[in-house]
């Protein structure tokens, strides 16, 4: 269970299938791997020994995809730096976890300085663009095409894969530790409930810094598919994009999916190769799934609820929780059931299982659930006790075992049983 096998098992198979797709750049399986192996190798001579974290500070593109696979390949751990981040933010989490190396494209050269003065060790800058490398950065493209390609390190198992950073909205933000196992976990319990489509293309828009993201990408490389990638969120652009690359599968917040709903050249565009979206829940989703299942009534809807710390899937809600009677009855703004592998339990304010319907905190057991917070021993005792994952939401579940989300703990007296979902997909929010 190592995040290289899927890549390594696509080149075997199908070396000559396009796997990267950005703008006018399209990539095979076959020259990803061997950059891969030969950024892998660059970044080996730049210091990166086994369990190194190396950071990204970029939009989606080829090159993310490919500074996953080559940390990973050369036995390094991520470190994906939150684009909404000022310096001081960006420079507490490089410094956090000691991370030495980082890559960073056009859209935020304006922060390298800033960071470079902030960090108590400034990392090495990787310019990861379009155009020529600035000064005092090195190239990616120079590293790849002067490097020598390294073998894979095989790291997997519980060997660390990720330090993925929460938002810091409660206090400073916390590195949240994933292994191989994890993430790997997380992406199989995932495509048990909802299945890959064979040759399929799905399209990343929402930000590869996030945990939903990052597990999709995952998904799509254990099943050897297609990536196309999205830098930034325009109707146009996305309607233009599904349309021209036959994009099967994608995930879009509700902003997203209104704004595309409401863009004036929707009906001229051919969406019929789209056949599944996964969307993140709001207050607003019941209008936002009708309205979507009008202009698109063939399209298999689904949405999940997940946090950070379970890399982040907890429940799955399919596409027959979004029919015309799911929708009546409620259903379809439930979080649905706990996913393959993962048992999830309501507990009271003494830590028992609280009964059927009765709000109560949400806590989760299960092989994706992280190994704890980098370097803070105590939040990671009082989130993780006697082997579960204590979430800090409240919710309630039904006679048939649909996970109901109402709120965060902190916000609410449990005393009182709210029945009103809040945010039926988590896993769009900051994971805290």
Request: glycine residues 10%; aromatic residues 8%; hydrophobic residues 40%.
């Amino acid at each position: 269970m190592y995040l290289t096998s899927g890549l390594q098992r696509a080149v075997q198979q199908t070396p000559d299938r396009v796997v990267t797709i950005f703008g006018e750049r399209r990539r095979t399986y076959r020259e990803f791997a061997d950059r891969v192996a030969r950024l892998a190798g660059a970044l080996c001579a730049l210091g990166m020994k086994t369990g190194d974290r190396v950071g990204m500070l970029a939009l989606n593109s080829d090159r993310y995809l490919e500074y996953l696979m080559a940390t990973w390949w050369g036995g390094g751990v991520l470190n994906p730096v939150n684009t909404h981040w000022a310096v001081p933010e960006v420079a507490y989490s490089l410094d956090d976890c000691d991370t030495r190396i980082l890559f960073v494209d056009d859209q935020f050269l304006p922060m390298v300085e800033g960071i470079r003065a902030a960090t108590r060790h400034p990392p090495v800058f990787i310019y990861a663009g379009e155009q020529r490398a600035p000064e005092g950065m090195l190239a990616c493209d120079e590293l790849i095409a002067s490097s020598r390609a390294i073998a894979d390190a095989g790291r997997g198992g519980h060997d660390l894969a990720c330090i993925m950073y929460t938002s810091g909205t409660t206090g400073l933000p916390k590195g949240v530790m994933q292994t191989h196992l994890n993430l790997w976990s997380s992406c199989v319990q995932h495509m048990a409930a909802f299945p890959q489509f064979r040759n399929s293309r799905d399209m990343h828009i929402l930000p590869l810094f996030h945990s939903t993201c990052l597990s999709r990408a995952l998904c799509g490389f254990i099943a050897g598919e297609s990536h196309v990638l999205i830098p930034v969120f325009d109707p146009a652009v996305l309607l233009a994009t599904i349309e021209r690359e036959q994009v099967v599968d994608t995930a879009l917040v509700p902003a997203m999916i209104l704004a595309m709903l409401a863009h004036p050249d929707f009906s001229r565009h051919d969406l019929s190769s789209l056949q599944r979206l996964m969307y993140g829940a709001a207050p607003a989703a019941g209008e936002m799934i009708e309205r979507l299942l009008e202009r698109l009534p063939g399209l298999n809807l689904l949405h999940s609820y997940g946090l950070t710390e379970a890399c982040p899937i907890v429940s799955t809600n399919p596409p027959e929780n979004h029919g015309a009677e799911a929708r009546r009855s409620g259903l379809s703004r439930s979080a649905g059931h706990s996913a393959y592998g993962v048992l999830v339990r309501i507990v009271d304010e003494e830590g028992r299982e609280a009964p059927r319907g009765q709000v109560g905190e949400v806590t989760l057991r299960g092989p994706n659930v992280m190994q704890g917070y980098w370097n803070k021993p105590e939040e990671t005792a009082r989130a993780l006790r006697n082997g579960w994952l204590f979430t800090g939401d409240a919710g309630y579940m039904d006679e048939q075992g649909h996970l109901f989300i109402v709120g965060r703990l902190q916000d609410m007296n449990l005393k009182h049983d709210l029945r009103e979902p809040y945010w039926a997909g988590k896993s769009w929010s900051t994971g805290q």
